[in-house]
């Protein structure tokens, strides 16, 4: 069983536009709202790839409905704190001209100490049962940039694997758990360790210098357009994906972190394991809003993924 957890979770208010032009009226050609959050994002589809998961997190007073319903129509098991509040709300504009997606995403309500307390003692009960943790997303105001490192410590020694998607101070520290794996973007790269690789040759050996440093055993790099790089001790694959209309990208790397940790899961080579990854990330971009990775999606696209081991 994978736990995943989301202490930040929000309702993502999506608008689709021909063309997004800032400062103008811009028309809305459709519109969703979804309560998400980026742990649940990768449990919805984990276990649409038939792997048994279950959503932990902090979810809100005033509208802790909208969270577990939406998790129990997906049926999947959840175990949220409730703490006061309300889940905050995201704007997600899509330009669908450009392809790009513009967000304006709220910090959250602050969280007690009390209520991360109660959290990390439901956390304490249910490790026990968990292969693999994974640790996404932001966290509301009052809560420790070191938090993923200390989740990630117990999970380590409740014998749990922990996989890391954050970025800022939430990364940085969280490394100090040694996650087995990370999926840093090229942003989230150059601002946690300093670095900006120009080619896939140079990205490669910088990916490979980071996993020596701080003992990780994968680092997954996503590159949007340009596809994803997979990094371990041994060697570099790159994959620049298969030909998709993009109508969405909210969702896919949290897909994508789904699909890697069902490859590690099932032992799977690091070539096979960075088409896992790659194809369920491709199975959300084709989906418009925040719609995500569905299994036919998953099954379609991964024979089609190319994935090439870089010479370095």
């Given at each position: 069983?994978?736990?995943t957890?989301?202490?930040?979770?929000?309702?993502?208010?999506?608008?689709?536009?021909?063309?997004f032009?800032?400062?103008?009226t811009?028309?809305?050609?459709?519109?969703?709202?979804?309560?998400?959050?980026?742990?649940?994002?990768?449990?919805?589809?984990?276990?649409?790839?038939?792997i048994?998961?279950?959503?932990?997190?902090?979810?809100?007073?005033?509208?802790?409905?909208?969270?577990?319903?939406?998790?129990?129509?997906?049926?999947?098991?959840?175990?949220?704190?409730?703490?006061?509040?309300a889940?905050?709300?995201?704007l997600?504009?899509?330009d669908?001209?450009?392809?790009?997606?513009?967000?304006?995403?709220?910090?959250?309500?602050?969280?007690?100490?009390?209520?991360?307390?109660?959290?990390?003692?439901?956390?304490?009960?249910?490790?026990?049962?968990?292969?693999?943790?994974?640790?996404?997303?932001?966290?509301?105001?009052?809560?420790?940039?070191?938090?993923?490192?200390?989740?990630?410590?117990?999970?380590?020694?409740?014998?749990?694997?922990?996989?890391?998607?954050?970025?800022?101070?939430?990364?940085?520290?969280?490394?100090?758990?040694?996650?087995?794996l990370?999926?840093?973007?090229?942003?989230?790269?150059?601002?946690?360790?300093?670095?900006?690789?120009?080619?896939?040759a140079?990205?490669?050996?910088?990916?490979?210098?980071?996993?020596?440093?701080?003992?990780?055993?994968?680092?997954?790099?996503?590159?949007?357009?340009?596809?994803?790089?997979?990094?371990?001790?041994?060697?570099?694959?790159?994959?620049?994906?298969?030909?998709?209309?993009?109508?969405?990208?909210?969702?896919?790397?949290?897909?994508?972190?789904?699909?890697?940790?069902?490859?590690?899961?099932?032992?799977?080579?690091?070539?096979?394991?960075?088409?896992?990854?790659?194809?369920?990330?491709?199975?959300?971009?084709?989906?418009?809003?925040?719609?995500?990775?569905e299994?036919?999606?998953?099954?379609?696209?991964?024979?089609?993924?190319?994935?090439?081991?870089?010479?370095?």
């Open positions: 069983m994978i736990l957890v989301t202490l930040n979770p929000c309702i993502d208010h999506t608008a689709d536009v021909e063309s032009t800032p400062g103008a811009n028309r809305v050609l459709s519109s969703r709202r979804d309560p998400s959050g980026k742990g649940v994002n990768v449990s919805i589809v984990l276990r649409r790839l038939g048994r998961t279950v959503c932990t997190g902090v979810t809100r007073e005033e509208n802790r409905g909208l969270l577990e319903e939406t998790v129990e129509r997906c049926h999947i098991a959840h175990d949220f704190v409730t703490a006061p509040g889940l905050r709300v995201n997600k504009i899509f669908r001209a450009a392809g790009v997606m513009t967000e304006c995403n709220e910090q959250g309500s602050p969280l007690a100490p009390e209520s991360l307390g109660e959290f990390l003692e439901l956390l304490d009960r249910r490790l026990p049962e968990a292969k693999m943790i994974v640790l996404s997303g932001s966290v509301p105001p009052g809560v420790p940039d070191d938090i993923y490192k200390t989740i990630g410590l117990m999970a380590r020694r409740a014998g749990v694997q922990v996989v890391l998607d954050a970025k800022g101070p939430l990364l940085h520290h969280g490394l100090e758990a040694r996650p087995v990370i999926k840093p973007n090229l942003d989230e790269l150059r601002e946690t360790f300093g670095v900006a690789p120009q080619t896939p140079e990205t490669g050996t910088v990916c490979r210098a980071i996993l020596r440093e701080t003992g990780l055993t994968y680092l997954c790099l996503s590159m949007g357009a340009k596809g994803a790089l997979l990094a371990t001790r041994d060697g570099v694959w790159v994959t620049p994906g298969t030909k998709v209309e993009v109508r969405g990208i909210q969702g896919a790397g949290d897909s994508m972190v789904a699909g890697l940790c069902a490859g590690i899961l099932t032992c799977e080579e690091p070539d096979k394991l960075l088409a896992c990854g790659a194809a369920a990330a491709q199975g959300s971009v084709e989906k418009p809003g925040t719609l995500l990775c299994r036919e999606d998953y099954l379609r696209f991964l024979p089609k993924i190319p994935v090439q081991r870089l010479s370095i």
